[in-house]
């Protein structure tokens, strides 16, 4: 019986190859609401991250994640993803 491939993303904060369900996407939708998507079904252009605030503010520090959804991100918003990070209880 042949194994499942699992699927593997690069997190922008640490440039680690990791498995896609341990990973955190930000999306950044058609109408250009830039968000988290924990369960990485929405529609959009998006970008992973570890699931810590590490990895979420190397990944801010050098702009990255604005770069992988080609949008500007502000600093309220900024707050709102790292509040959100901190509430999924993995820092």
Known sequence: MLKKKVPMRKC???NEMKPKKEMIRVVRSPEGNVSMDL???ASGRGCYICPT???FESAIKAKRIQ??????IDE???ETLREQILSNGKS
Do not use: I, N, R
Not at 67 to 72: G, I, K, V
């Open 67 to 72: 770069h992988a959804l080609e949008t500007q």
């Open 76 to 78: 309220a918003l900024v």
């Open 39 to 41: 369960k990485g079904k």
């Open 53 to 55: 605030v590490e990895c």
């Open 12 to 14: 922008l904060g640490c």
